[in-house]
DNA sequence: GCCATTCATTGGTCATGCCAACGAGTACAC
DNA sequence: GTGTACTCGTTGGCATGACCAATGAATGGC
């Protein structure tokens, strides 16, 4: 992001798309910074909750709940099995799936992402009093909730 | 995005930067497909904008006002220039600079473009009442004005 | 006159979100 | 049962956006 010392487009500070998109860029820069200096993306913090959250699954299944494509799933996953974060076994009752589990050191993996994240996500809303990052945080589920259910 | 039935895990459906990233994610495929349909992509849009408002100027200058970093401005005014949107002149002032010019071609292109956004913003804040988009539009504008502040 | 800075440009990198196609496997209809 | 439609993992590709480093030309401050 260069922003500097010039002010944008009036067209652009007012568009709501714009400024979704800034503080989108903002986030994305928080968050990729202090997943990388733990050795993560943001990908890998999808899954690993998804994994956490809902018990070992397949590929299909994790890429459904972490809103990620299948095919990105497995890159994410291989660089993961490199840490020993999570086991591919094959499905015995479905052979077309793999099994993925998360192993302790992928659960503690997370735990470790997931305090980057508090971090970030404070330096994030740092201006914004807790009653108004609630009603930012509700605005926005709205919004994804919409689109969300407005697609197949 | 991929969010089908499967409900994403908790700790992300209440994470603002999942959040911002997911309406983000919305608003950036909207805005991409309605600007493809129209020959352009958003360095475009927002480069014309910044010349309408502000004039003709140098790229650097146009990057500053756009956030685009200067190479990518490169990139995109050979874009535009193809369409004859822009045009580049040698700054006889000061000759490291190029002057950048919006064509009349450049400014219909650009007034095509601003329609093609407001439908699309109306789309994404469609669950939004116009004083609810106000709010979110003033909460987003003090994070990105404060992020933008803290740096250099 | 020198030195730091700015400018346009080239040529990379990375993450994210997609799409198409493949072979293997499964499920359902008939 | 057989065939058709679907699912799964995987490979490989693409576009966008946001960066970074380096280079040669030009400028400006000192």
Same mark, same amino acid.
């Given at each position: 992001?260069?922003?500097?010392?010039?002010? $944008?487009?009036?067209?652009?500070?007012?568009?709501?798309?714009?400024?979704?998109? $800034?503080?989108? @860029?903002?986030?994305?820069?928080?968050?990729?910074?202090?997943?990388?200096? @733990? !050795?993560?993306? !943001?990908?890998?913090?999808?899954?690993?909750?998804?994994?956490?959250?809902?018990?070992?699954?397949? $590929?299909?299944?994790?890429? /459904?709940?972490?809103?990620?494509?299948?095919?990105? +799933? +497995?890159?994410?996953?291989?660089?993961?099995?490199?840490?020993?974060?999570?086991?591919?076994?094959?499905?015995?009752?479905?052979?077309? /799936?793999?099994?993925?589990?998360?192993?302790?050191?992928?659960?503690?993996?997370?735990?470790?992402?997931?305090? +980057?994240?508090?971090? +970030? $996500?404070?330096?994030?809303?740092?201006?914004?009093?807790?009653?108004?990052?609630?009603?930012?945080?509700?605005?926005?589920? /709205?919004?994804?909730?919409?689109? @969300?259910?407005?697609?197949?």
């Amino acid at each position: 992001m260069i922003t500097d010392d010039a002010r $944008q487009p009036e067209r652009l500070r007012h568009a709501a798309s714009w400024l979704i998109n $800034q503080a989108s @860029a903002h986030s994305h820069r928080l968050v990729a910074d202090g997943f990388a200096a @733990a !050795g993560a993306r !943001g990908y890998h913090y999808r899954l690993l909750a998804a994994l956490e959250e809902y018990g070992p699954a397949s $590929q299909a299944d994790l890429g /459904r709940r972490a809103a990620i494509d299948r095919s990105d +799933v +497995v890159a994410a996953l291989n660089e993961m099995a490199e840490g020993e974060f999570v086991e591919r076994a094959p499905d015995p009752a479905d052979r077309r /799936r793999n099994i993925i589990t998360l192993t302790p050191a992928g659960r503690r993996h997370l735990h470790e992402l997931d305090r +980057v994240l508090a971090g +970030v $996500q404070d330096e994030l809303l740092a201006p914004l009093s807790a009653p108004e990052r609630a009603r930012l945080t509700e605005l926005l589920t /709205r919004i994804t909730d919409h689109h @969300a259910r407005s697609r197949p």
